[in-house]
């Protein structure tokens, strides 16, 4: 058997796979957070460690299994999200998450020093204050720095906890902008720039590869006794999971909103915005990154209801009435009423949230989406309504899949997993083309001149404000 864990920005999921493809088990937990606000995320080590072992052995006892009877562990996980441990691997800092932002001035110090050279290499379009390399830097200059620290990412700090080497796989590094996409190793550009050694970052493998335990383990079996596949980013993950190719992209409805795509053979130019990657099984991928999806969702959630329901939150979106001045939202501003431009009854503030990250979607694929159709995942991919606003707001059939990221993790460790065509997807919601008018016209008073939010007032008091 195989047991394929996402390690996601919400939410820790794991599930148990036979060899062929069939799952057995399924268990996750909340991923359990320090800090968690618009500009700061962090994490710490013991708990997710804790949660992890308590998520794999909620697993094996709801499938009434034993350890003895896995073979691989697959890991999937959010990208830029790590700690520092000493040369033992013992703990030092927290975890800092990919929506940690307070590494400002190291991006834009980062971008002066390595200069266009950065996109070719990295496939990022910029140095971001979110990216692992800046926050690197941040932590050189805000903490007591030795050469002898590791710099372990979130999966690879739990397969050591699994009795594995320091590791990553290439396909989630390429995301740090530590990587060369050029050359498929660590970038010495980027190293030199941080003043740091490879030996820190990890040996980086291929993602699929079988990584054999040697150390001390908390499953109660031999480390000996099962290997480690490193599967990969959780984008990448969930295509290969639902069946991605070229002319179908995927949208997760995650903590962030990402439109994925495979790209072709040849690495770029892409639009600016975008990043670009190793694809798997040969080739790259192009991914746009939308920060705030779900976390503004359930923020909004909370601000105007006092508790968080997504289910019930799209029940009171889907009551507003049209209008033509309604509330508008913006998910960039989300932490403050401001968020809302514009005054409206509390179904009008409800539907605004969820227009209003299809419209930043939008604007962000800025015609990257082909023609074809959209696959959604994540658990934002479970509000009906919310999905058939997709639909609408991109005027393209959209499929909600069967299969996750753990299905691609699964994949990426010898299951047998069957690309998920759209015939075998729970649900079609195909486009309204009655309101494309109608939205357009939304949209475009959305990106009108006036500021994102800046100073609006909603005129609604939030229960969750109070």
Not at 58 to 80: C, F, G, K, P, Y
Not at 199 to 204: A, F, I, S, Y
Not at 281 to 309: I, M, P, Q, R
């Amino acid at each position: 058997m195989i047991a394929a864990v996402d390690l996601g920005s919400t939410n820790l999921k794991a599930a148990l796979f036979r060899v062929d493809g069939s799952r057995l088990a399924e268990a996750s937990s909340p991923l359990p957070y320090l800090v968690h606000t618009n500009g700061r995320s962090e994490l710490d080590p013991t708990a997710v460690e804790d949660c992890f072992f308590e998520v794999l052995g909620s697993l094996i006892s709801n499938a009434s299994v034993r350890w003895e009877d896995v073979r691989r562990v697959a890991l999937t996980s959010q990208a830029q999200t790590f700690c520092l441990c000493d040369e033992t691997g013992r703990v030092i800092s927290p975890f800092f998450g990919w929506e940690d932002t307070r590494a400002v001035e190291e991006a834009s110090l980062l971008q002066r020093s390595l200069g266009a050279e950065f996109h070719r290499e990295s496939g990022w379009p910029k140095v971001g204050p979110g990216l692992m390399v800046a926050k690197i830097l941040w932590l050189r200059n805000n903490s007591d720095w030795s050469e002898s620290h590791q710099i372990v990412s979130l999966p690879s700090f739990l397969a050591m906890r699994l009795g594995g080497p320091h590791v990553t796989d290439r396909n989630l590094s390429a995301m740090s902008g530590l990587y060369s996409l050029t050359n498929s190793s660590w970038s010495l550009p980027a190293l030199e720039a941080l003043r740091i050694h490879e030996h820190q970052l990890g040996k980086l493998v291929d993602p699929g590869q079988t990584i054999c335990c040697t150390g001390s383990t908390r499953l109660g079996a031999s480390a000996s006794d099962f290997g480690i596949v490193m599967a990969g980013n959780d984008h990448t993950a969930g295509a290969l999971g639902c069946g991605c190719h070229q002319g179908r992209s995927i949208l997760t409805l995650g903590t962030a909103g990402v439109i994925y795509r495979q790209a072709g053979g040849m690495p770029g130019p892409f639009p600016e915005g975008g990043l670009w990657g190793p694809f798997p099984s040969g080739g790259y991928y192009e991914l746009l990154c939308l920060n705030h999806a779900c976390s503004a969702l359930d923020w909004a959630d909370k601000f105007l209801s006092g508790t968080v329901d997504s289910q019930r939150f799209a029940g009171v979106a889907a009551g507003a009435e049209f209008r033509e001045d309604s509330p508008l939202f913006y998910p960039s501003q989300w932490g403050t009423s401001a968020a809302w431009l514009g005054e409206g009854n509390i179904n009008e503030l409800a539907f605004a949230v969820f227009e209003g990250i299809a419209f930043a979607l939008r604007n962000m694929a800025n015609g990257m989406l082909a023609d074809g159709e959209i696959v959604v995942l994540g658990g934002g991919s479970r509000l009906d309504f919310w999905v058939q606003l997709m639909a609408d707001t991109f005027q393209m059939p959209v499929f909600r899949s069967k299969r996750d990221g753990l299905d691609g993790a699964a994949k990426l460790a010898g299951c047998k997993i069957p690309d998920d065509g759209a015939g075998d997807s729970v649900r079609h919601f195909p486009p309204n083309r009655a309101l494309a008018g109608r939205i357009d016209q939304r949209f475009a008073r959305w990106n009108s001149p006036n500021p994102a939010g800046a100073g609006a007032k909603s005129g609604f008091v939030g229960k969750g404000s109070r």
